[in-house]
């Protein structure tokens, strides 16, 4: 059966944010929190990963939550509801073993566009009954995404900005580190967003003895670990992000590692983004 994968709805959360609603019914039918899709826009386009935000088995829909930030997703913003992504390979990856704290206290933490991942990580702990805390970062009030949708499923919502311009002033280490010093007491923390942040909120859970779990969105380009793209070093051990994870111990991930190999394709980058605006990339 050939499915045609149709943008059903596009909305505008921030400046170069949108979430889009896509008729993709047989990954709608498997998808877990904590997976994702790989989609391709053309016979010779880049192959992107982009975490799976929510899905609806009934409509037989995905949605994703992306910035344009590059040629592929920029060039993905500018489809219009009714037109079609070539591909789309999903899901991938191992779900998130959200079971495990079922009626435990929670604490998920999301910085940036992470968010847009910590929300299915919260809808589905809290539909297992158990104590969400849901800490949200931005750098500032204008960039401030998927605030109610958050809110609804959480029993509290920290949201923080960089520069203090939505009310609180300060980084999610700074929330999470307040409410432990104040006697807070949580099971375990999801962490989600810029690898630096994920780092230092692994290494503030590990001092006070906190299972950690970090979803690493390396970059990947076959998505079932071949090509050895997403590899990342976990507890001494090669692992590959794509088909061992997204997820892992945040307190065995090499942070420092994963952040040089995320630097790997800037130059390849820029030479895209150069030639889709036209630009020559020594300018």
Do not use: W
């Amino acid at each position: 059966m050939f499915i045609i994968y149709q943008i059903l709805s596009k909305q505008k959360l921030c400046k170069g944010t949108q979430k889009v609603i896509i008729y993709a019914p047989r990954i709608a039918a498997k998808a877990e929190p904590g997976q994702f899709i790989i989609y391709r826009l053309g016979d010779y386009g880049e192959r992107v990963p982009l975490t799976i935000h929510d899905f609806n088995r009934e409509k037989g829909t995905i949605s994703i939550v992306f910035q344009e930030i590059g040629s592929s997703t920029i060039k993905l913003g500018m489809l219009k509801e009714g037109e079609f992504i070539s591909d789309i390979a999903g899901p991938l990856g191992e779900p998130s073993r959200l079971k495990l704290y079922s009626g435990k206290k929670v604490a998920v933490i999301g910085g940036g566009l992470g968010c847009a991942i910590a929300y299915p990580q919260a809808k589905g702990l809290t539909e297992l009954n158990a104590e969400v805390t849901l800490i949200a970062g931005f750098r500032n009030k204008e960039l401030i995404v998927l605030e109610n949708e958050m809110k609804a499923v959480s029993k509290r919502l920290i949201v923080c900005t960089d520069d203090g311009s939505n009310g609180v002033k300060g980084f999610v280490t700074d929330m999470l580190k307040g409410l432990l010093e104040n006697g807070e007491a949580f099971d375990h923390a999801v962490v989600i967003g810029p690898i630096v942040m994920m780092k230092y909120v692994s290494l503030l859970t590990k001092e006070y003895e906190i299972k950690t779990t970090v979803s690493m969105n390396s970059t990947m380009i076959d998505g079932t670990g071949m090509c050895g793209c997403c590899r990342i070093s976990v507890g001494g051990e090669i692992k590959f992000a794509c088909v061992d994870g997204p997820e892992f111990d945040g307190h065995s991930v090499d942070f420092d590692e994963a952040m040089t190999r995320s630097q790997i394709y800037k130059k390849q980058e820029r030479e895209a983004m150069c030639k889709l605006l036209g630009r020559s990339s020594n300018a």
